[in-house]
């Protein structure tokens, strides 16, 4: 499966302080468009320049900021996935805290 159009930076919310977007989206452009409007994304990677943000996710990345922010898991919200019968699930959200269920 080719991820390659999954790059896009779909939304940067100043006031909630969250960015949302695809699974191939390089993470120093992430870290970019963050700083671009004076957020801070705070995973440090030596590979930043060509890693994706989706294999970040699935490897819980730790990088240089580790200690004090944490794995990329403490910094995800939310998350987005097409099953293989086209079935999306959503969960995306722009607070921490969640105590539905």
């Known amino acids: 499966m080719s991820l390659e159009r999954m790059d896009m930076i779909r939304e940067i ?5 969250t960015i949302s977007v695809d699974a191939d989206a390089i993470q120093k452009n992430v870290q970019n468009a963050a700083a671009d409007v004076g957020l801070l994304l705070p ?15 699935g490897t819980n990345a730790g990088g240089l900021s580790v200690v004090r922010y944490g794995m990329t898991r403490d910094l995800l919200l939310g998350i987005e ?21």
């Open 43 to 57: 995973l440090s990677l030596a590979a930043e320049g060509s890693c994706q943000i989706g294999g970040n996710i």
């Open 13 to 17: 919310e100043p006031i909630s302080m």
């Open 81 to 101: 996935a097409v099953l293989a019968d086209g079935t999306v699930v959503s969960d995306m959200r722009k607070l921490r805290k969640n105590n539905t269920g």
